[in-house]
DNA sequence: ACAAAAAGTAAAATTTAATATACCAATTCA
DNA sequence: TGAATTGGTATATTAAATTTTACTTTTTGT
């Protein structure tokens, strides 16, 4: 489960950039209506939206804010429509029999897809992940226990659960039958 | 499907403050080291560490890449554990019989999750999110027809589809059974 | 206890983000 | 056509982020 570098220093400014403009653009406001609205001067705002400036994060909160979007929507990149299907061998992230995920997407760096099979009576123990990871697991299939800070919490079909991730975690298939599941690990939960 | 606002203006300085110390913590570097790696004065990384700065998005990409993180980590704020049952009856976003969402946790601006159904022959047309928006589906069981951009993909149990939701799409299910989905709507894509 | 490293404080200098104002060209629209 | 809006340019000013240097306090480790 990787992190990988977004992007080049002189591109911060050119995607945040890009995606303001489609947002205003979005919202079909001009830019002096929305420097007056926000409470930041019209050139500020053109220079942010022509990739020539380095805003300061009181800036950048004030457009988000102003914007009603979460400040990560200014920084993110884009691309297509991709599938991962259930056959597709992609590379094994742990495969010591008991437990199998495999990553659905490749990964852009700020959320991760997984798909995990957890073999009957199985126990996975996954280590602590970085601080600030959230992680979303939900049971496709089967039944799971999931215990962390030493509680444990049981969940079957459809239920899913969200935990910090940067702790270490026990997952563990109670029953008799193979269990799927669905991981989300997100580096950024507000 | 709603975003709402992350912090107050006040808290944006603080949180980073708070996450990069912690990230900064876990790689067991002191401030002056991590000063001198990434180019930024000793000092700045003070200030922003205790959230009496208004860093420069120059400055908070020198950090997150030197950290090796993604930006929006260090913007994030956290909570604990919670868990979504399937008989939970959580408010509905879109119940007209044939679909229903029901969201999965309290959203916390960045990253949505929600548990869906789709009824046998049933369809379901998405106008577009926001821009910047990216969807991703995974079916937990049954079958799913995804069209987005004229094209139409179709899934089938654990078959998982990513694409940019900030355009009109639409779900079918072809079968004659119930389908149940699971939805990731993430507003940030590196 | 001692030395070393790390965190924190203080003040002045430098760099630069942000503002304000006025002006220009292209577009929209009545 | 002509007024108003919008995106963009130019310049000078202000406010503030960042750096540098040096010094103090706290913590860590042998």
Avoid: C
């Avoid at 053109?46 to 950048?60: D, H, Q």
């Amino acid at each position: 489960m990787n992190i990988e570098k977004p992007w080049g220093e002189g591109d911060v400014g050119k995607y945040i950039g890009i995606n303001l403009r489609q947002f205003r653009a979005n919202k079909g406001i001009s830019i002096d209506v929305l420097a007056k609205q926000i409470g930041v001067s019209k050139l500020t705002l053109l220079n942010i939206e022509r990739g020539e400036a380095n805003p300061t994060l009181s800036v950048i909160w004030k457009i988000a804010n102003g914007l009603k979007i979460p400040i990560t929507a200014l920084l993110s990149i884009e691309s297509d429509v991709s599938i991962s299907r259930k056959k597709d061998g992609m590379k094994l992230i742990s495969s010591n029999d008991v437990f199998i995920a495999e990553p659905l997407f490749r990964s852009h760096g700020l959320i991760e897809l997984y798909r995990g099979y957890l073999q009957p009576r199985g126990e996975y123990l996954s280590e602590a992940h970085q601080p600030g990871v959230m992680e979303f697991v939900t049971v496709m299939s089967g039944q799971l226990t999931v215990e962390v800070d030493g509680e444990a919490h049981h969940l079957d079909d459809y239920d899913s659960i969200r935990f910090k991730g940067d702790r270490p975690h026990k997952y563990t298939n109670p029953s008799s039958s193979l269990t799927m599941l669905h991981f989300v690990i997100s580096y950024n939960n507000l």
